[in-house]
C-alpha cells in the first residue's frame, strides 16, 4: 500500500516552470507510477508514467506534454517528480499520483493553475 501523496502545485504565468512531488510509503522504484491530471468539467486524463522493476526507470509521456514535462525518482525518499517546464493555461489541472499505476492508491491532487 503506497498513499501516494502529491505537493508542488500552485499558479504561474504561462512558460513558467513547476515541479510536483509524490511521496509514497513504499518502495517505488519496484512499481510503475503515473501522473494524471483532471481539469475543470473534464476527464482524468494519463500525463506520464515511470516504469519500476524490470522496466528500469523508463518513461513515458502523453503527446501533449512530450517535450515539456520530465518525470523521474528518487528511491531514497520514495518520492517521483513531475518537472513541468514551459506551461500552457491548457495545463491547468487538478494533477494525480497513481501508485502503483492502475491500482486503487491515488493522492488527493495538487491544483496547477497557469495564467495568460
Known amino acids: 500500500q503506497m498513499h501516494p501523496v502529491e505537493s508542488g502545485g500552485g499558479l504561474v504565468q504561462a512558460g513558467g516552470s513547476l515541479r510536483l512531488s509524490c511521496a509514497a510509503s513504499?518502495?517505488?522504484?519496484?512499481?510503475?507510477v503515473g501522473w494524471y491530471r483532471q481539469a475543470p468539467g473534464g476527464q482524468r486524463e494519463w500525463v506520464a508514467t515511470?516504469?519500476?522493476?524490470?522496466?528500469?526507470?523508463?518513461?513515458a509521456y502523453a503527446d501533449s506534454v512530450k517535450g515539456r514535462f520530465t518525470i523521474s525518482r528518487d528511491s531514497s525518499k520514495n518520492t517521483v517528480y513531475l518537472q513541468m517546464d514551459s506551461l500552457k493555461t491548457e495545463d491547468t489541472a487538478v494533477y494525480y499520483c497513481?501508485?502503483?499505476?492502475?491500482?486503487?492508491?491515488w493522492g488527493q491532487g495538487t491544483q496547477v493553475t497557469v495564467s495568460s
Open positions: 497513481n501508485a502503483p499505476v492502475g491500482s486503487e492508491y
Open positions: 515511470i516504469f519500476g522493476g524490470f522496466g528500469g526507470g523508463r518513461t
Open positions: 513504499g518502495r517505488i522504484f519496484s512499481i510503475n
